[in-house]
């Protein structure tokens, strides 16, 4: 059963030295793990994210949402009824004050295999853009390109990224109030050039649920600090908008969610999903 990809890990016993550990955890932390892993195991699942033989790469920015993310993979990886591979990689964009050092340290520490790539992307985004313009197209831009060279190098075949369901419900609005279009993050997607399969674990998952779950691990949080753009600023007006929504009608941000789950092209406009033109009344 693929079911048994998100059993809850209180039902397993843990693996050796880890027992005392986990006695250790208080226990609304573990409820809270146990919720997240079953949310995220379910992604997995309903998505075909991760399959036998896989070797996934996870990209690790040092923010909560990817701290999160490789400790549900490492769970799923000790306990999946499938055999897989886990890499974590950072990116070291070359940010003045970037502390290199803590990525490695943490990685090492867990056990966890891991590459650092080095490429200053910062420099290239400060000289080629104005003062004041968007940083964020292309600083995604280069960074992407240089994930996909290191993934398509080292025999990659799934690509983790650490979006969660409020960034993928935050990005439905930015795109249509900004860019005047339907469109969202998927959980799982085909890069342009058909050679990468990037996927995200943590698309059920609510960001309240991530930021309590991350401050109850201490990660060693690395924030970004290259932004400070437009977009970033259209992206927290955008949350604060959901937010106050969330306040007034709990469970909202979930009800959108879904609503991209459920899309009826016919009772929509575009006639590139719907065939408008040539409908007509039987006769």
Known sequence: MVDDFYDDPQMAAPPAGRASMRERVPAHTRRLEAKLRGLAGKAIEKYRMIEAG?????????????????????????????????????????QPGFPAHVLPQYLRKKGVPFEILEQDTYSVVKRVLPEGKTLCGLCSRLRRGALYTWAADHGITKIALGHHRDDIVETFFLNMFFGRKLKAMPPKLLSDDKKHVVIRPLSYCPERDIERYARARNYPIIPCTLCGSRLHLQRAAVKRMLREWERETPGRIEAIFRSLQSVTPSHLADTALFDFENLAACA
């Open 54 to 94: 896989d070797r996934v790469m996870v990209c690790m920015s040092g923010g909560k949402d990817s701290h999160v993310m490789l400790d549900m993979l490492l769970s799923f990886k000790r306990s999946a009824p499938v055999h897989f591979d886990l890499i974590a990689v950072n990116l070291d964009q070359k």
